[in-house]
């Protein structure tokens, strides 16, 4: 079992529409959950971290936690063609060292 | 505010050479990773520096990797020697210190390292 896991996709999804991203992790002692946007030959770039159960919104995204789940999501509103990129959802694990372990990551594509 | 800078962006080199990378992290971050990020994988821990001490290096190959944080700054990544399979993309990222709660990470550009 992996660490993280998410669905490599593609997902593909019409501009306007909402896209919805999910990511599965196997430590129970996580606290720290991450969502990272990766376009084509750029590094990751953090758009939204969540540390406690529930949503956190920003802007269009929306990060969902569920830690009796193990279960972590992310919501884009109003996708638009510039959110198409690959999103790296990245977990603290219990040893709380600061660690970063990846999911490899769903591509989306969001078409005009 | 500047960003993590890393060079050099490309690098292509035969097998069993030698490559080293640099890493400058974001002003007032005592925290330094490395990962290696293979194509169409997540990026994967190499080593975790807090200052000018390692705190996590159980991922890196210490046969053929080293690196380094003398001055609890800047930071090298060396390759000696290379293999085709550590064709990939060297991130270097920072963040404040853990024990003020913050973990969020920032990444620099990457450096991609091609081995022939």
């Known amino acids: 079992q992996k660490e993280v896991e998410q669905n490599s996709g593609p997902l593909s999804v019409p501009e306007g529409a909402i896209a919805s991203l999910n990511c599965t992790y196997s430590?129970?002692?996580?606290?720290?959950f991450f969502w990272y946007r990766q376009y084509s030959g750029k590094s990751p770039e953090l758009i939204m971290f969540?540390?406690?159960?529930g949503d956190k919104e920003d802007g269009r995204f929306t990060a969902q936690l569920n830690k009796a789940s193990q279960y972590v999501s992310l919501l884009i509103r109003d996708s638009q063609p510039s959110d198409s990129a690959t999103y790296l959802c990245?977990?603290?694990?219990?040893?709380?060292?600061?660690?970063?372990?990846f999911g490899q990551g769903t591509t989306l594509q969001v078409k005009p | 505010e500047a960003g993590v800078a890393q060079s050099p962006r490309y690098k292509i080199i035969e097998k069993r050479q030698s490559v080293a990378f640099w890493c400058n992290p974001i002003?007032?971050?005592?925290?330094l990773y490395w990962y290696q990020q293979i194509l169409g994988q997540g990026p994967k821990l190499l080593i975790q520096?807090?200052?000018?001490?390692?705190?996590?290096d159980s991922q890196l190959p210490k046969d053929r990797f080293s690196a380094e944080r003398l001055k609890g700054v800047d930071s090298t990544l060396k390759i000696q020697p290379a293999k085709l399979e550590d064709s990939a993309v060297y991130l270097c990222?920072?963040?404040?210190?853990?024990?003020?709660?913050?973990?969020?990470?920032?990444f620099g550009p990457g450096t991609r390292l091609t081995v022939t």
């Open positions: 990222a920072s963040s404040l210190d853990p024990a003020s709660s913050s973990y969020e990470q920032y």
């Open positions: 430590d129970r002692g996580s606290q720290s």
């Open positions: 969540i540390y406690s159960n």
């Open positions: 990245a977990v603290i694990g219990s040893s709380n060292t600061g660690k970063l372990i």
């Open positions: 002003s007032g971050h005592a925290t």
């Open positions: 520096f807090q200052n000018n001490g390692v705190v996590d």
